[in-house]
């Protein structure tokens, strides 16, 4: 797709999402979820840990879960902006939609992002990056599930520090009825609206939504953060952008338990960046860099089926799903190098990527007797990346050296194939101990196709990975369950870390492929306990990672082309350990408190000097919350702060040797303004960065990203 094209309005969703307030006055359907609250803690339900349902109580691994309440209240951009102060859990990135995950200090590749229990990770993207959550607009969730740790056996690569599942909305409610809504936010002058109108008829269901949004490039507030000052209000560029999402569901239900399902999803952003400081602001005289997506396509089309309540030998339960999805965008990488008064180099890169996958996932499971429930299943995936990419070095007031260009992608045209089986037993041993065991066999193929204007060598690479996990949830007493996992999980190196061969973009060396790139692999223990009464919840999860065969980049000593070469080799062995501790206790008149902590060490265990980790060691989070018991009226209030980071190389970031802490405030509260029949309208509005402090996420700080300043939204929402 053009990016001429591209830019073009999408005025059928906007006249659509025009309409949908008149729409829902009009419908009477069927009501709005009403979540009443009283001093008793819910527990909510879990899929994803074990791909069958469990009370988090109950589940043998170290959960986040996120409802639909939790996205009206907190008004996310995307759902990563759920994660910041969870336990566990942190973020990257700035902007609409480039807020990427960390789960205990784990970024990028080593996260797995699936959208009801399909992969969406990419294999051409960097590893530090991963792929961004954004493509999921908030307004198709019905919630979020994280496991904490990994979760290979039942997903395969990439599930060596987390998983995250987004699972989104299905028509259940016979009759029309769907929601509309909108938010503002000052900080960015945010404007997003969104619509959807669903509902069953006989036996088809259907659901038609989408969403659109813009925001401008917000500022940060002027302050002292480390070495850093800045003087008043400084606008943190490419960080505005606009987007657009839509989203249709077909399903037709065979009878009961079975429903044959199509869904398909498209997502659209323009001038996405990864936002930057002008070093004039704070550093004079260093380097300016830009991350900028000029533009993102990304569409899915998915169909398949489910059927519970078999009565087959083999299976009670089965789920197949075949899909399609195409991610297609371009990347402009640019860097700016003061070299004297007046002269300076500039180097500007540009890509463009279109990956086409193809994917299948075909799951059974069966209980065996009254105590064994086998879940067992096949998977594949098929990614194809076609790669474009132009370089220029231009000399500014530096004499007559004339620009240096080149078109050679530095990522030729390459396939990556995945097949997978896997099994898992589910062993309700005594009425109060269950133990379950897994395994998984994966086998993986790379191959660089032929490619324009790439002159490196063609190459293939494959690997096989066996791992397996194994899990004990013991209740010893009706409040209280201990929880025990230890597992292995793996992550097989992506395009970009087996065929790069090229200059690196900031031009300091030249990286060679290596397709011989064996797969990460990880070990992880957990110890918890989990307590909850009427009143109160609480749960204290101690973890260690070990990841073995860890890929890094690594010198030669060689020269190519008169750079020193560099190229990816498995040598890192890496530990991260840590404690998580949350809770929430219900007070009397509708108020309840929550807080957590967490605290993370990481080591690089063969270089123990060498700076290592992608969070604060530190953060906790604590709210103060009023709920009215018939769901009229809530009120919060939070604080969220993250403990000082000394163990980081000065010569990587402008703040120094230490990356100071930082303590924000924010308020929210939300309304139902009207409830005629069925028919719900709320108003929400919130503040964040109460006391417009300076202070950036652990991993935005060497490429100086500062958070918003004091910023205001609002929201809107009607349901019918």
Same mark, same amino acid.
């Given at each position: ?6 830019? %073009?309005?999408p ?13 829902a ?6 009501p709005?979820s009403?979540?009443v609250?009283?001093?008793?803690? =819910?527990t ?12 988090v ?15 009206r209240?907190?008004?996310?951009? @995307?759902l990563t ?9 942190d ?15 784990q970024i990028? !590749?080593?996260? =797995?992002?699936?959208?009801d229990?399909?992969?969406l990770?990419?294999?051409r ?8 959550p954004?493509?999921l607009?908030?307004?198709t ?8 740790g990994? $979760? ?19 028509? #259940? ?5 769907g ?8 900080a960015?002058a ?19 939504g989408?969403a ?12 002292d953060?480390?070495?850093? %000052?800045? $003087?008043?209000n ?8 606009q987007?657009? +999402?839509?989203?249709a569901?077909?399903g037709? *239900? ?6 044959l399902?199509?869904?398909?999803e ?16 704070? /550093? ?5 860099i830009?991350i900028?997506?000029?533009w993102?396509?990304? +569409?899915?089309?998915? @169909?398949g089926? *489910? ?15 075949v ?12 860097? %700016?190098?003061p070299?004297?008064?007046g ?5 500007a !890169? ?24 086998l ?5 594949y ?5 076609t790669?474009?990419?132009s ?9 007559p ?8 992608p530095?990522?030729?045209? &390459?396939s990556?194939?995945s ?5 898992? %037993? ?5 009425p109060?101990?269950? =133990? ?5 066999y ?5 191959a660089t196709?032929?490619t ?17 996990? &194994?899990? &004990? ?8 369950s201990?929880v025990?996992?230890v ?10 870390? *087996?065929?790069?061969?090229?200059p ?5 060396g030249? !990286?060679s ?6 797969p990460? @692999?990880s070990?992880?223990?957990?110890v ?17 990672? +070990? ?9 030669t000593? /060689?020269?190519?082309q008169g750079?020193a ?8 062995k890496l ?7 949350s ?5 009397? $008149? ?8 967490? *605290? ?8 123990? /000097?060498?700076?290592?980790?992608n969070s604060?060691?530190s953060?906790y ?5 009023y ?7 809530y009120?919060?209030? #939070?604080?969220?702060?993250n403990?000082?980071?000394t163990?980081?190389?000065p /010569? ?10 930082f =303590? ?9 303004? $009207?409830?005629?029949g ?8 919130g503040? @964040?960065?109460l006391?417009?402090a300076l202070y ?5 700080v ?16 009607v349901?019918?």
């Amino acid at each position: 797709m053009s990016p001429t094209r591209f830019r %073009s309005r999408p005025s059928w969703l906007l006249a659509a999402l025009a309409a949908a307030p008149t729409l829902a006055a009009a419908q009477q359907a069927s009501p709005d979820s009403v979540r009443v609250r009283d001093t008793m803690v =819910l527990t909510p339900i879990v899929v994803t840990a074990t791909r069958s349902p469990k009370e988090v109580f109950l589940t043998p691994a170290p959960v986040n879960v996120f409802d639909r309440s939790d996205i009206r209240a907190r008004a996310p951009n @995307t759902l990563t902006d759920l994660f910041r102060g969870q336990a566990g859990l942190d973020v990257t990135g700035v902007g609409l939609n480039q807020v990427r995950p960390v789960i205990r200090g784990q970024i990028g !590749q080593r996260i =797995l992002l699936l959208a009801d229990g399909q992969r969406l990770n990419n294999s051409r993207r960097q590893q530090d990056f991963g792929e961004i959550p954004g493509l999921l607009d908030v307004s198709t969730i019905e919630r979020v599930e994280v496991v904490r740790g990994p $979760a290979s056996v039942l997903y395969g690569t990439d599930a060596i520090g987390g998983v995250i599942n987004v699972i989104t909305r299905t028509p #259940e409610l016979a009759g029309l009825h769907g929601d509309a809504g909108a938010r503002y936010s000052s900080a960015d002058a945010q404007r997003r609206l969104s619509a959807t109108a669903a509902g069953r008829f006989g036996r088809w269901g259907l659901s038609l939504g989408g969403a659109v949004r813009g925001a401008d490039d917000y500022k940060g507030p002027g302050g002292d953060y480390g070495n850093i %000052s800045l $003087a008043g209000n400084t606008p943190v560029r490419d960080t505005r952008g606009q987007d657009w +999402s839509a989203d249709a569901y077909l399903g037709y *239900r065979l009878g009961a338990g079975r429903e044959l399902f199509a869904r398909y999803e498209r997502f659209q952003a323009d001038t996405a960046g990864f936002g930057y400081v002008d070093p004039a602001a704070y /550093a004079p005289g260093d380097p300016t860099i830009r991350i900028l997506y000029p533009w993102q396509v990304f +569409s899915k089309l998915s @169909t398949g089926v *489910r059927a519970t309540g078999l009565t087959l030998p083999f299976a009670d339960r089965a789920e197949a799903t075949v899909y399609r999805q195409e991610n297609d965008r371009s990347l402009a990488f640019g860097i %700016s190098i003061p070299t004297g008064p007046g002269s300076m180099i500039d180097i500007a !890169q540009t890509n463009r990527t279109d990956l086409v996958t193809y994917g299948f996932r075909g799951e059974l499971s069966k209980l065996i007797g009254e105590r064994v429930n086998l879940t067992y299943g096949i998977d594949y995936f098929h990614d194809r990346s076609t790669n474009s990419d132009s370089n220029t070095t231009t000399f500014v007031n530096m004499g007559p050296i004339p620009p240096s260009t080149s078109t050679v992608p530095q990522v030729p045209n &390459a396939s990556y194939r995945s097949t997978g089986v896997f099994a898992q %037993s589910d062993w309700r041993v005594l009425p109060r101990l269950s =133990l379950l065991f897994g395994a998984r066999y994966q086998h993986i193929n790379a191959a660089t196709r032929s490619t324009p204007n790439y002159t490196g060598p063609s190459a293939t690479s494959t690997d096989h990975t066996v791992v397996g996990a &194994a899990s &004990a949830v013991i209740r010893v007493a009706d409040a209280v369950s201990l929880v025990g996992t230890v597992g292995r999980a793996f992550r097989s190196p992506n395009l970009v870390e *087996r065929f790069f061969n090229g200059p690196t973009p900031e031009g300091s060396g030249y !990286q060679s492929p290596n397709p011989n790139l064996k797969p990460e @692999t990880s070990l992880n223990v957990d110890v918890g306990v989990r307590v909850r009464t009427a009143r109160a919840n609480a749960e204290v999860f101690v973890f260690q990672n +070990s990841i073995h065969e860890g890929i890094r980049i690594a010198p030669t000593g /060689a020269q190519v082309q008169g750079l020193a070469e560099y190229r990816n080799v498995n040598v890192q062995k890496l530990r991260f350990r840590g404690i998580e501790l949350s809770g929430r206790l219900g007070l009397e $008149a509708g108020f309840s408190l929550a807080a957590n902590a967490t *605290r993370v060490s990481s080591k690089n265990v063969l270089d123990p /000097a060498a700076p290592l980790g992608n969070s604060y060691s530190s953060s906790y989070r604590a709210t103060l919350r009023y709920d009215h018991p018939r769901d009229r009226l809530y009120a919060e209030y #939070e604080l969220r702060g993250n403990g000082d980071r000394t163990d980081v190389l000065p /010569a990587t970031n402008p703040v120094g040797a230490t990356l100071p802490g930082f =303590l924000v405030h924010s308020v929210r509260a939300g309304v139902v303004i $009207a409830r005629n029949g069925l028919r719900t309208q709320r108003l929400g509005i919130g503040i @964040t960065n109460l006391s417009n402090a300076l202070y950036a996420e652990f991993t935005n700080v060497s490429f100086f990203r500062p958070e918003p300043g004091r910023s205001v939204f609002l929201t809107y929402g009607v349901t019918f």
